[in-house]
Nanobody, 127 residues
């Protein structure tokens, strides 16, 4: 069983930056993938980025490409998301997610591609 705990959300002005962290407690197999999703009220959870635990293969949603950077520290079982050049449309609850198995690029951009989820951290961008 893996437990994910996010931190680092907050309020920032448009054009600003934030860093999110996610700690994975429990066994994290080397074949796994960790990702970030976000959700606003009344809408489905939206893929942001994911990264393979081994090999550092990363994929980003088009809406964040060039602004957000996903990274990790295997020795600490920690996942990060650096959010730069934020705009009000980035306002959402951001969730950390984990899949013990690489399920393919397409499935890993979907909520159902992940088996474990954190509780979420709020990011609010003011105009």
């Amino acid at each position: 069983q893996v437990q994910l705990v996010e931190s680092g959300g907050g309020l920032v002005q448009a054009g600003g930056a934030l860093g999110l962290s996610c700690v994975a407690h429990g066994p994290v197999p080397s074949s796994g993938v960790m990702g970030w999703f976000r959700q606003v009220p009344g809408k489905e959870r939206q893929f942001v980025a994911h990264i393979t635990w081994i090999g550092n293969m990363a994929q980003y949603a088009d809406s964040v490409k060039g602004r957000f950077t996903i990274s990790k520290d295997n020795s600490k079982n920690e996942l990060y998301l650096q959010l730069n050049n934020l705009n009000p449309e980035d306002t959402a609850v951001y969730y950390c997610a984990y899949s013990p198995v690489y399920k393919g690029t397409d499935l890993l951009t979907l909520e159902k591609g992940y088996d474990y989820w954190g509780q979420g951290t709020q990011v609010t961008v003011s105009s």
